[in-house]
Structure formats: C-alpha cells, structure tokens
C-alpha cells in the first residue's frame, strides 16, 4: 500500500484498491469530488505513482512504476472511476469472463464495441457473410459515439471486467494500451493466417499501430490529409493551385477567393485536440516546430511553432469560414460541399463524400492535391480507427478469425460489390488502390490518398526529431486532457477572446508539466 496519499479532509476513510494484473495497491479520494481528489495527491508524488491526470468527470489516472516478471522496471497505468472508488470490490466480483460467451453447444457470441461511423454500419450490415463462413460465431456489435468509446473501453479495460471481445481503437490509444498490456499482440496470429499479407497494411499506419515491431491494432480504415479545392470557383477567378502548394501560397489563393458570399478557405477550428489542436499541428511542422524535443521539453512557444501557430489562427480570421473556432470536420465539410468554401485542407476520407451527386453539390469539381508544407521533411498527418482484442477477452482467437476477415483483402472486394466502390474501407491497404474497379469509382482521388498516407511519417513528422510515434497528436496517456485543454487555450486566441502570446504560454506550461511526467 502507498504511503503519502492524503485522503479527502471529509471525515471520509479513502478506499483502498487492488487492481488484479498489477503489483501495486492504490489509495485515492473518491473520484466524484475530483477538484479535491486531485488536490490531495500531493507534489512530490509518492513513489511508485510518477504521475496523475483526470480523465472525464469522474476518473483518475494514475501512472505508476511497476516491476515486471522479468525485474524490469516499466509504467503503468491505473485508470480508476467513481464506480470502482465507491465499490471497489467490483474488481475482483467482475473477473475476466466478460459478456461474450460459448454455450454448451459450442456456439461463440463475439462481443464488439465500435465507433458509430458509416463504415462500421457497413461492417455491421456484412456481417452475415462471416457468419456464413463461420457457423459457430455469431458476431454481436454495439455502436457508441466517439468520446463514450473511449469512456467505456478505458473503463472496461483497466478494470478487466472482459466485456468485450473486439474494439475500434484509434490510433492514438492503440500503443498506449499495448505498453500497458491492454491489448493482445496481433503479429503472430497475422502471420499464422494463410494469405493474410501484413505487409500489404500502409508502411506508416502500420507502424504507428506497433510497439517494438508487433502489431497491436489492424485498420478497419485510414486517411491521411491533402488540399481540396473547389476547380469551378478557381477557374472563374482565374486561379491555378500549384502542384505542390506552400502554406504562404494557400494564404494568397484563399484571400483572393473570399467574397461575401464564400470563404477563402475553411478549417478545423472546434477547441478539441481531433480538431483545431490536431490540423494546427500539421502547419506547425510545416513551420519547422513541434509539440516537444527529443528530451520531453515542449516546443510549442519556440519561434517556429509560434510561426506555425500564428499563421493558422491568423489565417483563419481573415479569410476562413465564419466562426471559426465553431467548425470541426461536418461543418466545413457542409460549407466546401455546399460551394461555401474555396479551398479545404483535411482528411482524405471526405473525397468519397464529396464525389457523391447525392451528398454534394461540387461532385465533379473538386481537385486534390498535397497538403501544404513549407519545408522538405515535414510531412501531413495520418490516423486511422482500428480492430483490436481486448486482453481480458477469454474468446481471443475467435476474435481474431474475425478481425482477419474483416481487414482483409476479400473483404474489400465484397464491400466494394455490396455497398459500393467509394464505400470501402480505405486507407487501410496499399493492394486497395490497384483494384480496377476502385481505381474507375475514385479516380478523382485514389492515387492522391495514397501518396498522402504514404508520404507521413509517424517517427518524425515534422523536421526534428520527437520521443513518440505519432503525426498530429503526442502518443501519451494524458493527451485526452492535455490536448483538449490545449486546444481550448487556442481556440479562444482564435475566437478573440486572448492573444495568441497569451495562449500559447499557457499551453506550453501545461505541455512542459505533461513532458515532465514522461521522463
């Protein structure tokens, strides 16, 4: 047990956990006052908690020192909520059984948590044809929002109550958990798997989903970014987009296309780590800056990330979208696809969209080209979402039968003759883009998603080189606070509401504070 840990000055005992999987005991205050709970984890931390961070509204993490069975040192993670504070022996009554489950007949109900996109609608819909294949499996998918995912699995996970067999994990948590042994290593069952060709997984996604070359998440789909522009808009003001377009050169193009009745140029502005925090980080190593160095020291207030920084706010203010720190994806994605924006810089996956008559009314008349960049070896972002198996799950190879046929090459094929050619899970495999049949449906934009994913480089996207695998995003547990706390700072300079100074100095010094715990 910890010694150090002040409990909460209510006259109220702290509860005392013991996480099965984990050599460590942890006291901590009930999570539901968190301002108090926080407050009474004192600096210096006790060993062997190095640091904590709040995630949600009512759950700690707690990152601590842990000896594996080998006797090296490494870091863990303790994700504790207000269930597991209040009754904390919910631990040890839920064991690893989970919901999933074989009957006496042999019969398997696969359990799978999946972020509710159109893809995992067509997924679902396909399902039947594995089934088909596979009559002992039967395959049962709940659709969640993107933020009560991630809730849900992180609970699920750090508490081992096995609820789930399969789980889209993004890319951004898919390293964590693995380092955390969350996740069942998927190398060994690919390459056991006749015909499934691992190598045929993008270069970059698949090593921003590894850790010491095993994989730990398989993509269900991809995107990378690339400059879309509306050809129609260009050729009546009689503008040309270069081939390969500097940031300066998009500022002048979008200050010559905004009228009042369009924007020059529309982007991320929504105060959330996905959104303004994640398309800045894209100028800011166009600039030559980053997040942090190579020593955890953030980089943010240095004068190439403050370039950076200030060119996108500035941006734009003078010739972006109205509100701009109001839009995330769907908005500019209605005001490009409506013929309200000139020029669009952002993820790969809106060009299916945009190309459908039935979505958009510039089908047609939209060109692609890379994502801006100043500097040789800054290069654009990737994510991608992601089949993984729980490491609770008791139903892993299973699991595994499924993620194998769900990201395969034949499926591709059968959701191309089922629900359409630009309906495809892309991004995901590089055969995908010799396919005939896809390369006839995505001609306006198949060889340009391909070279911007494979042109990122999740070791060092920017010029400099940074301690985490990752392009717009910083690989560790606290980024879901330290992110979305960031990209609040910068969305009221963006807003107008502070200045850019004021904003970037306290977000380096929450960057600094978050740097320091990774040390």
């Known amino acids: 047990m910890l010694d150090g840990i002040d409990p909460l000055r209510t006259g109220e005992p702290p509860l005392r956990l013991d996480q099965p999987g984990h050599s460590d005991d942890v006291v901590i205050a009930d999570a539901r006052r968190r301002p108090a709970a926080l407050a009474a984890l004192r600096r210096p931390l006790p060993q062997p908690i190095t640091s904590y961070s709040a995630v949600g509204e009512d759950t700690l993490m707690i990152r601590s020192n842990h000896t594996t069975r080998g006797g090296r040192r490494s870091q863990r993670l303790l994700v504790l909520t207000t269930a597991m504070l209040v009754a904390a022996g919910v631990l040890s009554a839920c064991g690893a059984g989970g919901v999933g489950s074989t009957g006496d007949d042999g019969q398997v109900t696969l359990k799978m948590v999946a972020i509710n996109l159109a893809q995992i609608e067509d997924l679902t819909k396909l399902t039947a044809e594995f089934e088909k294949g596979h009559p002992n499996i039967q395959i049962d998918i709940v659709q969640m929002e993107e933020v009560d995912l991630r809730d849900t699995l992180t609970k699920d996970i750090a508490s081992g109550s096995g609820q789930w067999d399969i789980a889209t994990v993004g890319a951004l948590e898919v390293p964590l958990w693995a380092k955390n042994d969350w996740l069942v290593g998927l190398t060994p069952l690919a390459e056991e798997t006749e015909g499934y060709d691992v190598d045929d997984i993008i270069k970059p996604v698949r090593e921003m989903l590894s850790v010491d070359g095993q994989l730990y998440g398989i993509p269900l789909f991809g995107e990378g970014v690339f400059t879309m522009y509306n050809k129609e808009l260009f050729e009546k003001a009689g503008l040309t987009m270069p081939e390969n377009p500097t940031w300066p050169e998009i500022a002048d193009l979008a200050a010559r296309l905004d009228t009042d009745d369009q924007a020059g140029v529309c982007m991320r502005g929504k105060a959330a780590w996905g959104d303004l925090l994640a398309q800045m980080a894209n100028v800011i190593h166009a600039y030559g800056g980053n997040f942090y160095d190579e020593r955890w020291h953030q980089t943010l207030d240095s004068p190439e990330s403050l370039a950076g920084i200030e060119f996108y706010i500035n941006l734009l203010k003078e010739h972006g979208q109205p509100d701009p720190a109001a839009a995330g994806f769907p908005e500019c994605f209605n005001l490009f696809a409506h013929g309200k924006a000139a020029i669009w810089v952002d993820a790969t996956s809106a060009a299916g969209s945009l190309e459908s008559a039935e979505l958009s009314d510039v089908a047609g008349k939209v060109g692609y080209v890379p994502a801006p960049t100043n500097l040789p070896g800054a290069t654009p972002s990737i994510w991608s979402w992601n089949l993984a198996i729980p490491a609770t799950s008791t139903q892993q190879q299973e699991a595994w039968e499924f993620i194998s046929w769900a990201t395969s090459k034949e499926y591709v094929k059968l959701a191309g003759d089922t629900v359409g050619w630009t309906r495809i899970p892309a991004g ?27 042109s990122a480089n999740p070791t060092q996207p920017g010029v400099n080189p940074q301690p985490y695998v990752s392009t717009n995003f910083v690989a560790v547990p606290e980024w879901q606070d330290t992110g979305n706390r960031v990209a609040q700072y910068l969305a009221e300079a963006l807003a107008g509401r502070d200045t850019i100074e004021s904003a970037v100095q306290k977000s380096a010094l929450l960057l600094e504070e978050t740097g320091v715990a990774q040390k």
């Open 428 to 454: 995901s495999r590089a055969s995908t883009y010799d396919l005939p049949e896809y390369q006839q449906a995505a001609s306006a934009f198949a060889d340009q998603t391909l070279a911007a994913m494979e």
